[in-house]
């Protein structure tokens, strides 16, 4: 059973940090692209970040791009998300994913995704 489990979340202050973790189980995330996409309340998915299953190449959304980090550890099988300089419209549901194809920046390619984690910035 595929299982992609998200962590780091919580409550954060504008300007701060957070390390979000999505960790794997019956999936070699090495083998696939993972990607972060958040959604907040009323809006519809939004994508964040992404990483090549070779590590080798990254993609990001304009809005994250220079705050936000996306790196894997493959003796973990476990990518993060590491968010600095946080403001309040980063406030969101983040979830990671997985798929076989990169780069993609919707979510229908995406096949196996995590139950996601709260990040709520305060201004």
């Known amino acids: 059973q595929v299982q992609l489990v998200e962590s780091g979340g919580g409550l954060v202050q504008a300007g701060g940090s957070l390390r979000l973790s999505c960790a794997a189980s019956g999936l070699t995330l090495s083998r696939y692209t993972t990607g972060w996409f958040r959604q907040a309340p009323g809006k519809e998915r939004e994508f964040v970040a992404a990483?090549?299953?070779?590590?080798?190449?990254?993609d990001y959304s304009d809005s994250v791009k220079g705050r936000f980090t996306i790196s894997r550890d493959n003796a973990k099988n476990t990518v993060f998300l590491q968010m600095n300089s946080l403001k309040p419209e980063d406030t969101a549901a983040y979830y990671c994913?997985?798929?076989?194809?990169?780069?993609?920046?919707?979510?229908?390619?995406?096949?196996?995704w995590g139950q996601g984690t709260q990040v709520t910035v305060s201004s």
């Open positions: 990483i090549r299953w070779s590590g080798s190449s990254t």
């Open positions: 994913a997985a798929t076989v194809v990169f780069p993609v920046r919707v979510p229908s390619p995406y096949n196996y």
